[in-house]
């Protein structure tokens, strides 16, 4: 049975969705170039090992897949439409794409103060 480090998890969580805003960023600045093609990072779950490979702290418990990708990959995007430049972004997808590292980000700051507030009510101050 291995460990569960959730500083490290919500860490590269972190580090992950500053990744994917950056390249939403990027994709909205040059919406407009002739030719630009659209780029994501691969889902969280297959881009990390530590969330592709789930621990198992019981046998009766679920035995999941194990990644084989560490790290963060950036990839073209399929696109929803093709623009008269050439280029692949959509604004309407890179919103709804922004919306979610938004909502994202919240989630990851909010485990983490549940986690800190029972390690103080535990612990003391």
Do not use: C
């Not at 805003?21 to 780029?39: E, M, P, R």
């Amino acid at each position: 049975m291995s460990e569960i480090f959730l500083n490290k998890l919500s860490a590269d969580n972190a580090n992950w969705l500053s990744v994917r805003q950056s390249l939403v960023s990027s994709n909205i600045a040059n919406a407009k170039t002739h030719g630009y093609k659209a780029l994501d990072v691969k889902e969280m779950s297959e881009a990390s090992n530590s969330f592709s490979s789930m621990v198992r702290t019981h046998e009766r418990h679920i035995q999941a897949g194990v990644g084989t990708s560490a790290g963060i990959r950036i990839e073209r995007e399929t696109p929803w439409e093709t623009n008269h430049s050439g280029g692949t972004v959509s604004l309407p997808q890179e919103m709804i794409k922004a919306g979610e590292v938004a909502s994202a980000y919240q989630l990851n700051t909010s485990v983490m103060k549940s986690f800190h507030r029972m390690f103080i009510s535990v612990f003391g101050n």
